[in-house]
């Protein structure tokens, strides 16, 4: 609760400017495709193979 209070406190006297983005790259076959997930857990259950578009 004092750490919530902390926070709201410093927050409405000052904006937030992240300063850190990850980039995160997965590498595999061409015919396989992973849409990456935000928490960057790699599942083997989400590889999926590519569709054919020519």
């Given at each position: 609760m004092l750490l919530q209070e902390a926070s709201k406190l410093v927050i409405s006297g000052y904006g937030l400017l992240?300063?850190?983005?990850?980039?995160?790259?997965?590498?595999?076959?061409r015919d396989l495709t992973y849409a990456g997930r935000a928490d960057q857990a790699t599942l083997a259950q989400?590889?999926?193979?590519?569709?054919?578009t020519r």
């Open positions: 992240p300063l850190y983005f990850e980039l995160s790259v997965w590498a595999m076959r989400f590889v999926m193979p590519r569709t054919a």
